[in-house]
């Protein structure tokens, strides 16, 4: 008998640390979007966005947290021809979280929907004057840590955009805690920009290379 305890202790730890380890690798439930970017043991400082944004061109984007409940979804569809089926994310499915995927605004829109309603939320709606309505968005000031709890593990950069779904809407209906699924957007530098960056660095090493010769 006394083994026998011994072994059902034994193996309830066992299962216990799993269960543990399993938690801790995948996107962890959370109170609301600012107490998310709050934690310091990921995030080194954010900034909430108080203008709108100009959602043009490319970005890049990939689901990093949530709230449990309801299903929460994220998919890309062409502007102003949504259609449920082509989800990118999924509360219920932490595979595919901290996975960059891309959308380019110019012909598709990023769609927000919840299992207990709505169902078609763009993201490129945003606008700031009607306080978010469903969206809060947030800018990093500083690198992140290492999001080592999700299945990809990934660090954001200084100016990453943090963007918060509230599914009830805020206000009147909302919880206004903007964290049912919560993604990490950064956009995607158009050819140009980076030929000019390139130029300038060029630049600055023929000219630093220039002073040394002088020398």
């Given at each position: 008998?006394?083994?026998?305890?011994?072994?059902?202790?034994?193996?309830?730890?066992?299962?216990?640390?799993?269960?543990?380890?399993?938690?801790?690798?995948?996107?962890y439930d959370i109170v609301?979007?600012?107490?998310?970017?709050?934690?310091?043991?990921?995030?080194?400082?954010?900034?909430?966005?108080?203008?709108?944004?100009?959602?043009?061109?490319?970005?890049?984007?990939?689901?990093?947290?949530?709230?449990?409940?309801?299903?929460?979804?994220?998919?890309?569809?062409?502007?102003?021809?949504?259609?449920?089926?082509?989800?990118?994310?999924?509360?219920?499915?932490?595979?595919?979280?901290?996975?960059?995927?891309?959308?380019?605004?110019?012909?598709?829109?990023?769609?927000?929907?919840?299992?207990?309603?709505?169902?078609?939320?763009?993201?490129?709606?945003?606008?700031?004057?009607?306080?978010?309505?469903?969206?809060?968005?947030?800018?990093?000031?500083?690198?992140?840590?290492?999001?080592?709890?999700?299945?990809?593990?990934?660090?954001?950069?200084?100016g990453t955009l943090i963007?918060?779904?509230?599914?009830?809407?805020?206000?009147?209906?909302?919880?206004?805690?903007?964290?049912?699924?919560?993604?990490?957007?950064?956009?995607?530098?158009?050819?140009?920009?980076?030929?000019?960056?390139?130029?300038?660095?060029?630049?600055?090493?023929?000219?630093?290379?220039?002073?040394?010769?002088?020398?």
């Amino acid at each position: 008998m006394k083994k026998f305890l011994v072994f059902v202790f034994s193996f309830l730890l066992l299962v216990g640390f799993i269960g543990t380890s399993n938690a801790t690798s995948k996107p962890y439930d959370i109170v609301d979007i600012s107490g998310f970017l709050n934690n310091t043991l990921y995030f080194n400082g954010s900034t909430k966005v108080e203008y709108d944004i100009d959602f043009t061109g490319e970005w890049m984007y990939t689901a990093i947290a949530h709230e449990s409940g309801n299903i929460n979804i994220t998919e890309e569809s062409p502007v102003g021809n949504w259609s449920p089926g082509n989800s990118t994310f999924t509360t219920d499915n932490y595979l595919n979280w901290g996975i960059w995927n891309s959308v380019n605004f110019d012909q598709a829109n990023l769609y927000f929907e919840d299992s207990n309603g709505p169902s078609n939320v763009a993201l490129d709606d945003y606008d700031y004057s009607n306080d978010h309505v469903y969206f809060r968005l947030y800018f990093l000031t500083a690198d992140s840590e290492s999001l080592d709890y999700l299945n990809n593990p990934l660090t954001l950069h200084a100016g990453t955009l943090i963007v918060g779904f509230n599914d009830n809407g805020y206000p009147p209906a909302g919880d206004s805690d903007f964290d049912d699924i919560i993604i990490a957007m950064r956009p995607v530098p158009e050819p140009a920009t980076m030929l000019l960056l390139g130029s300038g660095l060029i630049g600055l090493g023929v000219f630093g290379r220039k002073k040394l010769f002088k020398k």
